[in-house]
Each structure stands twice: as structure tokens, then as C-alpha cells.
Antibody, heavy 121, light 108 residues
Framework: EVQLVQSGAEAKKPGESLKISCKGSGYSFTNFWIGWVRQMPGKGLELMGIIYPGDSDTRYSPSFQGQVTISADMSISTAYLQWSSLKASDTAMYFC??????????????WGQGTLVTVSS | SSELTQDPAVSVALGQTVRITCQGDSLRTYYASWYQQKPGQAPVLVVYGKNNRPSGIPDRFSGSNSGNTASLTITGALAEDEADYYCNSRDSSGRRGVFGTGTKVTVL
């Protein structure tokens, strides 16, 4: 059974750093894209970027370039999303999702349960 | 702002048909995929490619494409279909993806 399991909810202060994770199982982790999707409270889905763990090809959506870092560790089938300095506006639910090898940033067939990040002083 | 535009909200009577549209230049080249999201849940893929449904998705969900517009049709809407629906495809660069602005479907 394909599963993406994300790390738990986080409560942080502005300026702090954070790294959240998404562990894949039940499939070949290196052969599928992983996308990170932001959903701010009451708002729509925004694709932040994608990574292909097999060769670490990483592509950021323009709005998120330079704001976050996406990485992956093939040895433990885990993808990461990290911030170096959080802002209150980073408060959101973050989902990871699996995409097919022959598409870039679309057709996400399995999703993690989401990680709620709250940034408040 | 998203490169894929959807109507913010539509309503449909129980048992009737509703079409949700998604417009964007990249849709002239790439197919859209469609997701259903209910409150407090992760999105679920309901249609992808030319008109394909993942296992377990009812056949009342179907997709179509014409020019720069992709459509998701729900034929015989049920109360359980009330949700937010998002389209998704590649962006204008073709190297990344983008989600549509989302449509809230209300079943009356």
C-alpha cells in the first residue's frame, strides 16, 4: 500500500527555522516526484515545488523560490521542506503528494495527511 | 496569481449535472488533473489525463478538454460530492506545475 506520512504539527515563533518531513512507503521512492503544496487558512492549493528523489532534480514555483528549501534523502525514503526564518504568513497546512515520473507538478495520486505549521509570537 | 482560472463557486441540484471549468494557456498543450477536497481532509485525485479515473472514483466524474479549457463534469451529483475542486496542470514553462484557483461546489 502506497503511503505518504508527514511529520506532526509545529508551533513556532517568527524568525525560527523549521524542517518538516514526508516519508514514502509501499513504492519505489526514487522513481516518483514529490510535490509540496501549501494551503493557507481558508484558501486554495498552491504548489511550492517538486523534487525527484532519484537525481534530486528540484523545481520551485516562482513565488516560493528562495523562500523555502526542498530536499530528499533516498536512503530513508523521506522528502523535506524547510524554512530558515519563518514568518507569520507561513502559517498554513502543508501537504506532500506523489507525482508520476513522466509529469512535472501534476497528477498527484497519493497525498500525505498534512502538517499544520503555526507561526506566532 | 494562478495561471489556471476557475469559477469560485457553483451549485447543483441533487441528482443533476454540473460542469466545472479551468482555463489557462498551458491547457492547450497539457491535460489537467482534478482533485476533490473536503473540509479538514487532504485532496483526492478524481480525474487525470484525457479522461481517466483512479481506482475507486465513481464514473459520475468525467473530464474533457477543448482549447485552453479543461472541464470536470459530475453527472448525477450526490450530497457527498459537495466539496472544493481544483484543477492542476503544468505551468507556462512546462517544467513545473500549478493549481487552479478552486471551485466550491454546493449540492442543493
Amino acid at each position: 500500500e502506497v503511503q505518504l506520512v508527514q511529520s506532526g504539527a509545529e508551533a513556532k515563533k517568527p524568525g525560527e527555522s523549521l524542517k518538516i518531513s514526508c516519508k514514502g512507503s509501499g513504492y519505489s521512492f526514487t522513481n516518483f516526484w514529490i510535490g509540496w503544496v501549501r494551503q493557507m487558512p481558508g484558501k486554495g492549493l498552491e504548489l511550492m515545488g517538486i523534487i525527484y528523489p532519484g537525481d534530486s532534480d528540484t523545481r520551485y514555483s516562482p513565488s516560493f523560490q528562495g523562500q523555502v528549501t526542498i530536499s530528499a534523502d533516498m536512503s530513508i525514503s523521506t522528502a523535506y521542506l524547510q524554512w530558515s526564518s519563518l514568518k507569520a504568513s507561513d502559517t498554513a497546512m502543508y501537504f506532500c503528494a506523489r507525482g508520476p515520473p513522466n509529469d512535472y507538478g501534476a497528477n498527484f495520486d497519493y497525498w500525505g495527511q498534512g502538517t499544520l505549521v503555526t507561526v506566532s509570537s | 496569481s494562478s495561471e489556471l482560472t476557475q469559477d469560485p463557486a457553483v451549485s447543483v441540484a441533487l441528482g443533476q449535472t454540473v460542469r466545472i471549468t479551468c482555463q489557462g494557456d498551458s491547457l492547450r498543450t497539457y491535460y489537467a488533473s482534478w482533485y476533490q477536497q473536503k473540509p479538514g481532509q487532504a485532496p483526492v485525485l478524481v480525474v487525470y489525463g484525457k479522461n481517466n479515473r483512479p481506482s475507486g472514483i465513481p464514473d459520475r466524474f468525467s473530464g474533457s478538454n477543448s482549447g485552453n479549457t479543461a472541464s470536470l463534469t459530475i453527472t448525477g451529483a450526490l450530497a457527498e460530492d459537495e466539496a472544493d475542486y481544483y484543477c492542476n496542470s503544468r505551468d507556462s514553462s512546462g517544467r513545473r506545475g500549478v493549481f487552479g484557483t478552486g471551485t466550491k461546489v454546493t449540492v442543493l
